[in-house]
């Protein structure tokens, strides 16, 4: 029987009383208190109250998750077995996932802000599609036979990697665990996942749920514990074999400091943008304006991919921000994230609403024009609530232009055309996603031949599916998420070459 779906805020409200919080690290297929009893507190972001006191994991604990995942690698309880049945337990964990979003939804919520309409509307559904894609993506891994002398035989094997770290953020705790665990697994690694602080406690349940899937011991372990300590041990651990990371682009640079001082492990890096949005004046404005508001404020504006630099060709600036005010007092309107109504939550913690506060004040230092927001909701003042921010008149050498905000603020810049566009758009350290709203198709062409973006979208923004490679170029990092590229990154080939000769 399918769980009940709460349906209305009292509901919502009424299962996080007395919600089982669990507060223990997941290693070697069970639950255990961190060895050192570390402890910190999880806090909810609309309220600034504890929800729990959770295990922090540090150098102790790494080891342990780390020499569990090796033994279970050596073994090949997961590695060796046949591929069909990692299929079938894979496919059995995306069962459970499903099964329980509604505790997903609750735990990301409260942890990070994140409305439960999105969490059940788009982080769960997209988690659970992209295991199933990458579990259905086993058998398809093929090898290769090539064409060699007459007396040799020289074929290709794809294998797993062997223990895979994955570091992932706090802004999509779950979907972003799920999107990396799928190929990892799915290829035969042993994987240890190390959540956000901020954002722990679902990674430790999709941990469980794969070990009621059947999985064994050992091949999936979550240990929450800050980035200074846990990550870092991971990232410089020398029987760590790859470090899957997605957060800011320091961190990032980090990882590879790390792994090159360490045993030069394999590192893939997602590390956020700063993506144009470029608007043409032949463009369908209303539909242009409706993607572009949710492309800024979508999740609070904390999107590694938000569309927060806004190119508007110069005749439809002003009706674009009458419109873009307009649409977005409509769609979203701070307010407390277990309402299904709620369009956008708070910001992760008081940190990080400093940090945009900080940006939001930067932008009218230099002279950005404020159309709307930047201040704190009335009657909000209790969470970390930050109204939707759109400053106007913006050029790209600001502050608020030319670096990664991460909150609901974004920058509308007038530009000529669209060779300004694609100007503005590549003068940037980041390049993960872009698009461009015209009905020109020659020009819409001609964008995503020359902007420097590892993703584009044509008159729409942020459609996504598990076919579609996710990821960046310059300082938004390399690497794939999801998609059939995703598995060869968690993965490697070894060249066989055998002689016939007598």
């Not at 040799?152 to 094997?157: A, D, G, K």
């Not at 190929?183 to 602080?197: D, H, S, T």
Request: net charge negative.
């Amino acid at each position: 029987m399918a769980a009940h779906i709460p349906a209305t805020r009292q509901e919502w409200h009424d299962r996080a009383v007395n919600y089982p919080f669990e507060p223990r690290l997941f290693i070697d297929g069970e639950l255990v208190d961190a060895i050192d009893g570390g402890r910190f507190e999880s806090v909810n972001p609309a309220t600034g109250d504890t929800i729990a006191t959770l295990a922090e994991g540090n150098e102790k604990d790494v080891e342990r998750a780390v020499a569990a995942a090796r033994r279970a690698f050596e073994a090949g309880v997961w590695s060796r077995i046949a591929p069909r049945m990692r299929m079938d337990i894979l496919l059995k964990f995306a069962d459970l996932v499903e099964g329980r979003a509604v505790d997903f939804a609750l735990l990301d919520s409260l942890e990070m802000g994140k409305p439960v309409s999105s969490m059940m509307g788009f982080d769960v559904p997209s988690a659970v599609a992209n295991l199933r894609f990458a579990a259905e993506a086993i058998d398809k891994m093929e090898g290769a036979v090539t064409n060699t002398h007459p007396d040799v035989l020289h074929y290709i094997l794809r294998q797993p990697l062997g223990v895979v770290s994955l570091i992932v953020p706090w802004n999509y705790p779950m979907m972003m665990a799920a999107w990396k665990l799928g190929p990892a697994l799915a290829m035969g690694n042993c994987v240890i996942v190390k959540p956000a602080q901020q954002s722990s406690m679902s990674a430790v349940l999709l941990a469980r749920l794969f070990a009621e899937a059947g999985g064994p011991a050992g091949v999936f372990s979550a240990v929450p514990g800050s980035g200074a300590v846990a990550g870092q041990a991971l990232a410089r651990h020398m029987d760590v074999d790859k470090i899957g990371f997605t957060g800011s682009a320091p961190v990032g640079g980090l990882m590879m400091r790390y792994a090159g001082e360490s045993n030069l492990k394999h590192v893939t890096t997602e590390c956020g943008g700063k993506s144009p949005q470029v608007v043409l004046a032949d463009c369908d404005l209303d539909t242009a304006v409706e993607m572009a508001v949710h492309g800024v404020y979508s999740n609070q504006g904390e999107v590694c991919a938000a569309g927060s630099r806004i190119m508007v060709e110069e005749p439809i600036v002003d009706t674009f921000l009458e419109r873009f005010q307009a649409r977005t007092v409509a769609l979203y309107a701070p307010g407390d994230p277990l309402d299904p109504a709620t369009s956008m939550g708070p910001l992760v913690d008081e940190r990080q609403h400093r940090t945009v506060s900080g940006y939001v004040e930067a932008g009218k230092a230099e002279g950005a024009r404020l159309a709307f927001g930047g201040g704190v909701p009335a009657g909000m003042e209790g969470g970390y609530y930050l109204e939707p921010t759109l400053f106007a008149d913006v050029r790209n050498d600001m502050k608020i232009a030319a670096e990664e905000i991460f909150g609901p603020v974004g920058a509308v810049l007038p530009i000529r055309d669209m060779e300004e566009g694609i100007v503005l758009a590549n003068d940037s350290i980041f390049g993960l996603g872009a698009s461009v709203w015209t009905k020109d198709l020659a020009r819409a062409h001609r964008f995503a031949r020359d902007v420097e973006s590892g993703m584009v979208w044509v008159n729409t923004y942020f459609d996504q599916d598990p076919t579609a490679p996710w990821g960046g170029v310059k300082q938004s990092g390399n690497g794939r998420d999801k998609c059939m590229e995703a598995l060869s990154h968690y993965s490697q080939t070894k060249s066989v070459w055998m002689s016939l000769g007598g």
